[in-house]
């Protein structure tokens, strides 16, 4: 089955790192683009962060410095190094498959989410 | 910009149709792709590139485009749309993506 898991929220005080995993089945994590995309409680979706499959890595300013999106390609899994938490950093968490097969991108496969709690 | 802007929210009586828009500089570039979220969920992809819609998801939503103005249609809107819709599009530098702010649909 084509699917992503994401695990490894939780709760963590301001300035804490947090990783989260996101693991791939059904199809090959270093041969796609995948992306983190997150939402506040009752708040819209927030794109954070994308890696090409040739490895290149964007961010959304809001995270960009604190946050490092990379991937292991033995384990098939995405990640997402989170530091210098901040409260504002509270969301639900999602891993997506960005599919590129033509110049307009879009979702077609997301994960079920990983809550991330920032507070003290 | 990189920005996208969506009406807050948008209601239908059942089975007549609406329209939800979504409007950003960078739709001139790139075709929008939509979103359908109910709650506790995850988004579920209803609309990608020019009007195409994935497997399982019914005609009654179409998504034309015009300039910098993309559409989801809902022809007979039924009780189970009621959600929010996002939509999304690669911003103007082409390596990043933005989201519209979300819509919530009302079927009354």
């Known amino acids: 089955e084509v699917q992503l898991v994401e695990s490894g929220g939780g709760l963590v005080q301001p300035g804490g790192s947090l990783r989260l995993s996101c693991a791939a089945s059904?199809?090959?994590?270093?041969?796609?683009?995948l992306s983190w995309v997150r939402q506040a409680p009752g708040k819209g979706l927030e794109w954070v962060s994308v890696?090409?499959?040739?490895?290149?890595?964007y961010y959304a300013d809001s995270v960009k410095g604190r946050f490092t999106i990379s991937r292991d390609s033995s384990k098939n899994t995405l990640y997402l190094q989170m530091n210098s938490l901040r409260p504002e950093d509270t969301a639900v968490h999602y891993c997506a498959r960005v599919n590129t097969a033509m110049a307009s991108w879009y979702f077609d496969l997301w994960g079920r989410g990983t809550l991330v709690t920032v507070s003290s | 910009s990189s920005e996208l802007t969506q009406d807050p929210a948008v209601s239908v009586a059942l089975g007549q149709t609406v329209r939800i828009t979504c409007q950003g500089y960078s739709l001139r570039s790139y075709y929008a792709s939509w979103y359908q979220q109910k709650p506790g969920q995850a988004p579920v992809l209803v609309i990608y590139g020019k009007n195409n819609r994935p497997s399982g998801i019914p005609d009654r939503f179409s998504g034309p485009s015009s300039g910098n103005t993309a559409s989801l249609t809902i022809t007979g809107a039924q009780a189970e749309d009621e959600a929010d819709y996002y939509c999304s599009s690669r911003d103007s530098s082409g390596n990043r993506v933005v989201f519209g702010g979300g819509t919530k649909l009302t079927v009354l």
């Open positions: 890696i090409y499959s040739g490895g290149s890595t």
């Open positions: 059904g199809f090959t994590v270093s041969s796609n683009y």
